[in-house]
Each structure stands twice: as C-alpha cells, then as structure tokens.
T-cell receptor, first 115, second 115 residues
Framework: EPEVTQTPSHQVTQMGQEVILRCVPI?????FYWYRQILGQKVEFLVS????????KSEIFDDQFSVERPDGSNFTLKIRSTKLEDSAMYFC?????????????FGPGTRLTVT | AQKITQTQPGMFVQEKEAVTLDCTYD???????LFWYKQPSSGEMIFLIY??????QNATEGRYSLNFQKARKSANLVISASQLGDSAMYFC????????????FGAGTTVTVRA
C-alpha cells in the first residue's frame, strides 16, 4: 500500500541552525501539507502546497519557514534559523483532493529537537 | 472560536466493549469533511475514517463507525469490540470547502483499553 515517507525520523539541532525536513508524498497525490505537533498538544497546520506553489499558510509559517518541491517526488520543509520553540513533531501529509478521495495520509513524522 | 471540539481528554474502556468518542465542529461552509485519526504512543498518525458533509450514510470502516449528526454538528467515533491495541490518542479533524483541503484538529482524546 502506498505511503508517505519522511526523513529523518529524529533530528537534533542547535538553536540558530538551519534544518531541512524531507518528505516523499504518495505519488498520485496533488496536495501536500506540513503540520506540527508540540509534545502533548494538538496537531497544527503549517502550510499547504498545490501546483508547485503555496496555497495556504498559517500564522506559524513565518519567514523562517519555506517549502519546496525540488523534483517530482520530494517535498521539503526548511527552517532557516531554528528556535527552541520549534521543537516538535513535524508531519508531512498528502491527499489526492478529488471528490472520490479526500483522505489525507500522514507520514510517520520527524521529531525535531532544538537545543 | 475552535473549529473542532473534543471534550473528553481521557477515557477508559474494558476490552471487548464499545466506546464513543465525542467530536463537535463549527463551520459555515456547506461542503466539509470530517476525519478521525489514531495516534499510538509511537507517534504516527493513522487515518481511520472519513465522512463528507453530503454523505447520506454514516461512514463505517471495520470496527470503526462515525455517528454523523449534521444538525447537531457532531461526528462521534464509535469503536466496537475494543482491543488492547486500540489504546492511543484519537483526533477528530475537519477540512472545509473544496479547495486546499487543510485539516483543523481537535485537542484529542486518550483512550486506554483495560484487559
């Protein structure tokens, strides 16, 4: 069964460093997302991506964040200068976005720890 | 205002019994979809069930069923014949409209199944 994959599973970085989180969405999906979940809290939307551009972003997704789809398969989230409060689980998700299939599938997540 | 409200922070259920997890939602969009995800202690988000606002029948997937009451804006998840492996956090989520499809999540309910 196709699945969303994410690498790395865990990333530890120092405050102020840049990190890139990687995702491979399901191949025939058209919409891609990043969400984050601070430990013990609910899942929060960061950004959605469609047709090679950002379609919506939350107030969390400030200038420190960027997304890219550098080729036909990868989807990346970059945090330019990490802060302690960026420590969270980051989930990539994708959906076909058609009337027949609105299900949104999540990757296993990348746990980011900023020290 | 919260788009998704889950009022039960934690629940205990006896193995083989059924459990109902509450979810109420708030939207003015006539087209929306409701999702339930399971998050075990390992952290991944597992899609369980989806209900569209125009669907006439309540969604069912194996032991999971969604009790959709549109007038009350509720979308409760029923897990029948609980198993020890059902112990996890459960999130209700909603997409609004027919574009973008981003999800808004509730705070979650922790379910603990007792032998």
């Amino acid at each position: 069964e196709p699945e969303v994959t994410q690498t790395p599973s865990h990333q530890v970085t120092q405050m102020g460093q840049e990190v890139i989180l990687r995702c491979v969405p399901i191949s025939n999906h058209l919409y891609f997302y990043w969400y984050r979940q601070i430990l013990g809290q609910k899942v929060e939307f960061l950004v959605s991506f469609y047709n090679n551009e950002i379609s919506e972003k939350s107030e969390i997704f400030d200038d420190q964040f960027s997304v890219e789809r550098p080729d036909g398969s990868n989807f990346t989230l970059k945090i330019r200068s990490t802060k302690l409060e960026d420590s969270a689980m980051y989930f990539c998700a994708s959906t076909q976005g058609t009337r027949l299939s609105y299900e949104q599938y999540f990757g296993p997540g990348t746990r980011l720890t900023v020290t | 205002a919260q788009k998704i409200t889950q009022t039960q922070p934690g629940m205990f259920v006896q193995e083989k019994e059924a459990v109902t997890l509450d979810c109420t939602y708030d939207t003015s969009d006539p087209s929306y979809g409701l999702f339930w995800y399971k998050q075990p202690s390992s952290g991944e988000m597992i899609f369980l069930i989806y209900q569209g606002s125009y669907d006439q029948q309540n969604a069912t997937e194996g032991r999971y069923s969604l009790n959709f009451q549109k007038a009350r804006k509720s979308a409760n998840l029923v897990i029948s014949a609980s198993q020890l492996g059902d112990s996890a956090m459960y999130f209700c989520a909603m997409r609004e409209g027919l574009s973008d499809y981003k999800l808004s999540f509730g705070a979650g309910t922790t379910v603990t199944v007792r032998a």
